[in-house]
T-cell receptor, first 113, second 115 residues
């Protein structure tokens, strides 16, 4: 069974640009969550999508958005990038609200210059 | 609001020593779930264990064991006879029944096992 796949693995963007990150969950999983990891703030929850609907949202500005497709693949978008958006973005996949184990991808390392 | 505290930022041990990673949590929910994840240098978070709030049984899996105590709101993780391959950052996390799949993570403990 394939794991969670995140693309790209590494990304360098310029301040003010926008970026889209992709996550393909484990086959059969309908929940996809996104997390931001930085040395200063640790692991912080961005949002969760379940069956194409945003089910939960963290405390991030509106520049951070996401969506989920009918095949459960998810994308995360950050507009008007700031230097502070440099981070490891991790995607987690889980079955449903009863299946609490979340399995993570290897992440996308975003650097904003 | 939920919170997870891992007071140990860094731990360094010599191979074959036993080591315990501490985790203390706060939640108002009566039903919640506790997790431990391992993050090697590659960055991926590797799931180790989940514990439900209504199941206080301790668990052992090979060299790993977990001690869940609701009375002290703690969920500690012990590695017996540590190995160099255990070197990683370990995260404790909490999910509340009312929060879907959302995880609240502790700050993480960097474990270094020296040969």
């Amino acid at each position: 069974k394939a794991g969670v796949t995140q693309t790209p693995r590494y990304l360098i963007k310029t301040r003010g640009q926008q970026v889209t990150l992709s996550c393909s969950p484990i086959s059969g999983h309908r929940s996809v969550s996104w997390y931001q990891q930085t040395p200063g703030q640790g692991l912080q929850f961005l949002f969760e999508y379940f069956s194409e609907t945003q089910r939960n949202k963290g405390n991030f500005p509106g520049r951070f958005s996401g969506r989920q497709f009918s095949n459960s693949r998810s994308e995360m978008n950050v507009s008007t990038l700031e230097l502070g958006d440099s981070a490891l973005y991790l995607c987690a996949s889980s079955g449903d609200y009863r299946d609490r184990e979340a399995f993570f991808g290897q992440g996308t390392r975003l650097t904003v210059v | 609001a939920q919170k997870v505290t891992q007071a140990q930022t860094e731990i360094s041990v010599v191979e074959k020593e036993d080591v315990t990673l501490d985790c203390v949590y706060e939640t108002r929910d009566t039903t919640y779930y506790l997790f431990w994840y391992k993050q090697p240098p590659s960055g991926e978070l590797v799931f180790l264990i989940r514990r439900n709030s209504f199941d206080e049984q301790n668990e052992i899996s090979g060299r790993y064991s977990w001690n869940f105590q609701k009375s002290t709101s703690s969920f500690n993780f012990t590695i017996t006879a540590s190995q160099v391959v255990d070197s990683a950052v370990y995260f404790c996390a909490l999910s509340e029944e009312t929060s879907g799949s959302r995880l609240t993570f502790g700050e993480g403990t960097q474990l270094t096992v020296n040969p």
